[in-house]
């Protein structure tokens, strides 16, 4: 700010002295023109001089030349404003026109030989995404969640990153483990995906939602939800369940009750190494049509000129216009 301040007097001084050139050269130029004819004398000049014609002849003359200084100074100190770059606050309220997905993990004892896996399929379906808000719950007797849904992706994958890491542990107690182990059983698949479910925000607004569930199925204990009624849970909260199933074809029975839930909510079950997985799941969320999410108004500032480059170039137009009548 103080920079712009000394940048704009430094410009008045110069247009000052600017101005003063001019009317000194103004001035010269006058008087050259009048002993450019030599020879010429006028009897009883003084009286000339008072006569009302000659003096308001005068007055013009000076009003122009003073116009000219004053404008020309104006127009120099809008050309400042102007290389200053004005700048007003403008709120704006971004919106985010894609779709919500939260990542499910199951971490009970069955999953841990695959669990690295799953977390390498959800960075590869995270490089498929452009704009989807992403968050990741997981659970085994309890639900924790690790982050909540956002859309910035080098977080996400840090995140990702960091669960995995977590597998390969030496502590008693692993990162992937904490808060998970808070109830009876393990493996809970239907309070899991009950709880996954319940994490979507902004649920009085129509938004495409859906939830990619990494589980092998195998409940030990009794759980609050079965997963049939967690998968109804859900179809009535307008969210889809998208499976990975690390014993795809190996359990028909186990297979069959994560197809059936999937299904329910219009989603589908995959077989976690088929190949085609992480562009069918893809594929199948975004062709969900896409919904508008407000985010929060921000205030931002930006450049503003234009009413400053619009004085200038009347105040420009000015300053020649009445160069031009001091001319003639």
Same mark, same amino acid.
């Given at each position: 700010?103080?920079?712009?301040?000394?940048?704009?007097?430094?410009? #008045?001084?110069?247009?000052?002295?600017? %101005?003063?050139?001019?009317?000194?050269?103004?001035?010269?130029?006058?008087?050259?023109?009048?002993?450019?004819?030599?020879?010429?004398?006028?009897?009883?000049?003084?009286?000339?001089?008072?006569?009302?014609?000659?003096?308001?002849? !005068?007055?013009?003359?000076?009003?122009?030349? *003073?116009? !000219?200084?004053?404008?020309?100074?104006?127009?120099?100190?809008?050309? =400042?404003?102007?290389?200053?770059?004005?700048?007003?606050?403008?709120?704006?309220?971004?919106?985010?026109?894609?779709?919500?997905?939260?990542?499910?993990?199951?971490?009970?004892?069955?999953?841990?030989?695959?669990?690295?896996?799953?977390?390498?399929?959800?960075?590869?379906?995270?490089?498929?995404?452009? =704009?989807?808000?992403?968050?990741?719950?997981?659970?085994?007797?309890?639900?924790?969640?690790?982050?909540?849904?956002?859309?910035?992706?080098?977080?996400?994958?840090?995140?990702?990153?960091?669960?995995? *890491?977590?597998?390969?542990?030496?502590?008693?107690?692993?990162?992937? $483990?904490?808060?998970?182990?808070?109830?009876?059983?393990?493996?809970?698949?239907?309070?899991?995906?009950?709880?996954?479910?319940?994490?979507?925000?902004?649920?009085?607004?129509?938004?495409?939602?859906?939830?990619?569930? #990494?589980?092998?199925?195998?409940?030990?204990?009794?759980?609050?939800?079965?997963?049939?009624?967690?998968?109804?849970?859900?179809? *009535? /909260?307008?969210?889809?369940?998208?499976?990975?199933?690390?014993?795809?074809?190996?359990? %028909?029975?186990?297979?069959?009750?994560?197809?059936?839930?999937?299904?329910?909510?219009?989603?589908?079950?995959?077989?976690?190494? +088929?190949?085609?997985?992480?562009? +069918?799941?893809?594929?199948?969320?975004?062709? /969900?049509? %896409?919904?508008?999410?407000?985010?929060?108004?921000?205030?931002?500032?930006?450049? *503003?000129?234009?009413?400053? !480059?619009?004085?200038?170039?009347?105040?420009?137009?000015?300053?020649?216009?009445?160069? $031009?009548?001091?001319?003639?």
């Amino acid at each position: 700010m103080a920079l712009n301040t000394w940048w704009l007097v430094l410009v #008045a001084l110069g247009v000052l002295i600017v %101005a003063v050139v001019v009317g000194i050269l103004l001035g010269l130029r006058g008087r050259a023109r009048a002993d450019a004819a030599p020879g010429v004398l006028v009897s009883r000049a003084e009286r000339l001089r008072t006569l009302p014609s000659f003096r308001s002849a !005068i007055r013009r003359r000076m009003s122009l030349l *003073s116009g !000219i200084l004053v404008v020309g100074a104006v127009a120099v100190l809008l050309g =400042g404003v102007v290389a200053a770059r004005p700048m007003s606050p403008k709120t704006v309220q971004p919106v985010n026109t894609s779709r919500d997905i939260m990542l499910c993990l199951d971490v009970s004892g069955s999953m841990s030989d695959v669990d690295v896996e799953v977390l390498r399929v959800f960075e590869e379906l995270l490089k498929g995404f452009k =704009g989807e808000r992403i968050g990741l719950t997981i659970f085994n007797s309890s639900p924790v969640q690790v982050f909540p849904l956002t859309d910035d992706y080098p977080f996400v994958k840090t995140q990702l990153q960091q669960l995995r *890491s977590s597998f390969d542990y030496r502590e008693e107690t692993p990162e992937h $483990w904490v808060g998970t182990l808070n109830g009876p059983g393990a493996s809970l698949i239907g309070d899991g995906l009950a709880a996954c479910t319940m994490r979507f925000d902004h649920a009085e607004d129509e938004r495409s939602r859906s939830v990619i569930l #990494a589980t092998d199925n195998e409940v030990a204990g009794a759980s609050i939800l079965t997963i049939e009624e967690a998968a109804q849970y859900a179809s *009535s /909260q307008k969210v889809r369940v998208f499976a990975l199933n690390p014993v795809q074809g190996k359990d %028909a029975k186990v297979s069959k009750q994560l197809e059936d839930a999937a299904a329910l909510t219009g989603g589908q079950s995959y077989a976690l190494r +088929d190949t085609t997985t992480v562009s +069918d799941i893809i594929t199948r969320i975004q062709q /969900q049509e %896409a919904t508008a999410l407000k985010g929060q108004a921000q205030v931002i500032r930006v450049d *503003s000129p234009n009413l400053a !480059i619009a004085l200038m170039l009347v105040a420009i137009l000015g300053f020649l216009t009445l160069l $031009w009548r001091v001319r003639l």
